[in-house]
């Protein structure tokens, strides 16, 4: 029986088996559905089976057949040799595999081996078959190998040569790394040949005498030709190229082209891994060094707060990175007075980590040359941050030296959130401790004015940064000032950690789930009743 969708082939080989005494033709069909109906009808011996076909395909059509009979042997007559189609025609039970270009005593041959129960496989679809398999070997050889791909050049000349016999094959990744050139002492593909490839991402084969995209024509005596882009994974564009090219049976270069195809493709995605792998590699050495710079970082702020008699003490940083551009110090001075400061970098990432440091090490350096004048530390530190730095950034720092026995504080504030001043009685409002000049970094004859508060026992001093205030929530609203003063003015009688605790706590949970965009930094000090 014939199964075949154009009605001239169908024909050709009816009037052909015409031609065999031993051999009568049963039925036709233009279908696989009307075959299997047919089969079950005429109970032929042998079917000759077309494989792509519209609705019910050839193989799907022999699977149905060999199901319901399997006495009925089928042979794949096609005129494609795809290792797909090939092993999809022989794992549905058909017993051979011929191409339309059999000759007629081939195709006489096989039917009657068929119907003795012998195989009988194409050349060509044999040729197939080992060629994916040697691609399968090559396939198992890269996943075993080391994911940077170091490996692909040995592994293609040690598998690719054996896919195309008889051929010159050059293998190139754009611009000019060549991944296999066989044989080793074999002419290599012209450049014309490589800087047009570059613009097409379709396969071509040329023939001796055909007139060649990039100029010139192939001789009369030359070799066939065969060029196949790799196309990269992401980029969709050719990232390197697939030269074959063979001086015998010229005619054949086309059945390359499935092959280089396949091949084509597996080095891409091999690049493409290895690509990843070495994003990967360098992504995670990158986090390795954050985090080892947030470590280093962190070993900035102080151990342990100073223990001040009759005073309360509580600071946190919470970075949103792994770095943070926030930073906060106590700084022991002479005759028990202390330090406090806390500041912000204009800035995120390494960049702001590296200018906090450098700022911290100057205030720290020179607060213990002006013990009372933090008017002067910062003078003098922004002569040195312009000199040493030029990064264009600026940090805000407030900056005060508290007396704890007399409770009073000498501050400047350079450019940062007003730091807010409660009064145990809480019947006078909050006051703000203000800017006195702008930020550390700008300009270098700028100026800060020196301004003093005096802390009565119970009154708490509130140092943030802006990580609190443009903390955002779900909608995009900000915990704002207003928000920060509430919550301080409903803490007033607590103690420093547990006014630290609750601004954190309502901080996180105004912000539910949306990430953390800034560092949020908090200072309390309190001078105890």
Known sequence: MIVDDHHMVRKGLATFLKT?????????????EEAVRLCQQLQPDVVLMDLVMPGMD???????????????????????????????????????????????????????AAHAGRPTLAPEAAQALVQGEKL?????????????ASTLPALLREHVPGMFSNCGIEIRIFPDQTLLHHPADGPSAADPMWKWLRTTSQTHHFLPGATLPWGGKRGGAGATLAVVPIIGI????????????????????????????SLAAQISSTLHSAQ?????????TVARELAMAGQIQASFLPDELPDVAGW???????????????????????????????????????????????????????????????????????????????????????YGI?????????????????PYLLRADDREPIQELRRTGMALGVIE???????????????MLVLYTDGITDAEDGTGSFFGRERLRETVRAHVGCSAQDMQDALIAEVHEFMGETPQFDDITLVIVKEVL
């Open 20 to 32: 065999q005494a031993d051999l009568e033709l049963v039925g036709e069909a233009s279908g696989g």
């Open 58 to 112: 050839g193989a799907a059509a022999t699977r149905a057949i060999r199901e319901h009979r399997p006495e009925i042997q089928v042979i794949a007559l096609t005129s494609f040799m795809e290792r797909e189609l090939v092993e999809a025609a022989l794992e549905a039970g058909a017993i051979g595999y011929l191409l339309k270009n059999v000759s007629p005593d081939e195709l006489a041959n096989a039917i009657r």
């Open 136 to 148: 399968e070997r090559l396939a198992h050889a890269i996943v075993n190998a080391p994911p940077d």
């Open 234 to 261: 992401e980029s969709k564009q050719p990232v390197g190229g697939i030269c074959v090219w063979r001086h015998r049976d010229l005619d054949t270069i086309a059945d390359l082209l499935p092959v280089a195809k």
């Open 276 to 284: 990843v792998y070495a994003q990967t590699l360098a992504h995670e």
């Open 312 to 398: 309360q003490l509580a600071a946190t940083l919470h970075p949103a990175r792994e770095t943070s551009g926030d930073f906060y110090d106590f700084i022991l001075l002479p005759d028990g007075r202390l330090g406090i400061v806390i500041a912000d970098v204009a800035d995120k990432g390494m960049g702001a980590a590296l200018y906090m440091a450098l700022s911290r090490t100057l205030i720290r350096t020179y607060a213990t040359e002006y013990l009372t004048r933090p008017d002067l530390v910062f003078n003098a530190a922004n002569r040195r941050i312009l000199m040493d730095a030029r990064a264009g950034l600026f940090v805000t720092v407030f």
């Open 402 to 418: 508290l007396d704890p026995g007399s409770g009073t504080l000498h501050y400047c504030n350079a450019g940062h959130h007003p």
């Open 445 to 459: 004859d700028a100026t800060w004015e020196q301004a003093t508060v005096r802390l009565a026992p119970g009154d």
